[in-house]
């Protein structure tokens, strides 16, 4: 099967050459769902870009029969922030323009409208998929209204240039996944939205953040807020629990600035998985048999416990990623240099929750305040 390629150009740089986007679309013989896969958002999360390198190697083997609905594709969705450097690191989770986190600036359809339950009162009686129409319509009619701005000579940001553009390509999707890693080192895990449970164990990870706080500017964020705050209208309009087959997804696969290959494995391994349960793909294999009996281990972004170093210094003796630790157990130690005429010192920091370490700094060199691991 071959994919259908565009090249979308996103902006002109000083030198006059364009920075673009590349598309893969596979398009199957059935009509259905859209998915739509990006990644390297960030700068130095660049491994998702082999998992979709082998997804679309693998895609290539099919038949268009054995894709139902189609599958779009965006490595390297952010070449501006992946060329970002500092000798050999890459620091592309800020844009340097304005210093605004890459996955915090998107448009959100719900912040700026506040008649979603009057929407909703509006299609009481009609059936979930005329529902699903008619509000993708509505958001995609707001959103195709910025577009007069963005054209004007006066013209508007960079990065509102970016998002319309990013934006535009998975508006009318069905499912969407944004494959990020950490930007130090870390494990695989997703993050996923309220009564999506069942579809996140379809990706075989070990675990699961639930979204149950954000302000709804990062990319997944952005996609399902809408729908998010549409269920819970008809909630609360007629006691019933409606979910839309809509869903966004992050997946964070292993450590920034690496191509680990058990992370591109695990990604590669739950999309084919999640997109076979869903019925995009009839391949030989999968769903894997042990979709039925696999458990994600969820937990809540509130129960999410970051440390900063309360001292500037060096870091000794950090646990190693996957290290479950209890309330009390020493975390690590920061050696610091008082510029005070005394003799160096080394303070103790104790886990305040008990916790699974899943994130850590990658530079044992911090300044106070810096970000040292984090436990879930």
């Not at 679309?56 to 599958?71: A, N, Y």
């Not at 680990?260 to 997109?275: A, E, F, W």
């Not at 699974?356 to 060199?365: F, K, R």
């Amino acid at each position: 099967m071959i994919p259908i390629i565009s090249t979308i150009p996103l902006f002109q740089l000083a030198s006059g050459e364009f920075l673009s986007l590349q598309v893969y679309k596979f398009v199957g013989a059935k009509s259905g769902k859209k998915v739509y896969i990006q990644s390297n958002l960030h700068g130095a999360e660049i491994v998702g870009n082999a998992v979709i390198y082998q997804l679309i190697d693998f895609f290539r083997t099919l038949k268009t029969t054995q894709i139902v609905g189609e599958i779009w594709l965006v490595p390297v969705c952010n070449p501006l922030a992946i060329n970002q450097r500092n000798h050999s690191f890459s620091t592309g989770r800020f844009n340097i323009y304005d210093g605004k986190n890459w996955n915090r600036i998107f448009w959100d359809y719900e912040k700026k409208h506040h008649d979603i339950e009057e929407f909703a009162r509006s299609q009481i009686g009609l059936d979930l998929d005329t529902i699903q129409d008619n509000f993708s319509r509505k958001i995609k009619h707001s959103f195709d209204s910025l577009l007069d701005k963005i054209n004007a000579r006066s013209s508007v940001r960079l990065t509102d240039k970016y998002r319309y553009k990013l934006q535009s390509l998975y508006l009318d999707a069905d499912y969407i996944i944004d494959l990020h890693s950490h930007t130090g080192q870390g494990i695989e895990y997703l993050y996923y939205f309220q009564n999506r449970e069942d579809s996140a164990n379809l990706f075989l990870l070990n675990y699961g953040i639930l979204f149950d706080e954000y302000d709804g500017d990062a990319f997944d964020e952005a996609f399902i807020k809408p729908w998010l705050a549409l269920e819970t209208a008809f909630l609360k309009l007629t006691g019933e629990k409606f979910r839309f087959d809509i869903e966004a997804w992050t997946l964070e696969l292993g450590s920034g600035m690496q191509m680990n290959p058990d992370s591109i494995t695990k990604g590669v391994r739950g999309i084919k998985n999640y997109l076979a349960k869903k019925g995009i793909l009839e391949i030989q294999d999968f769903p894997q048999t042990e979709t039925i009996s696999h458990q994600t281990s969820f937990r809540s972004l509130s129960q999410v416990k970051e440390y900063w170093t309360p001292v500037g210094g060096m870091i000794l003796s950090k646990p190693r990623l996957g290290t479950l630790v209890n309330q009390g157990d020493l975390l690590y130690k920061v050696l610091t240099f008082n510029k005070t005429g005394e003799l160096p010192t080394i303070i103790h920091v104790y886990a305040e929750t008990t916790g699974l370490v899943y994130d850590i700094s990658i530079n044992d060199s911090v300044n106070e305040g810096e970000f040292v691991l984090g436990t879930m």
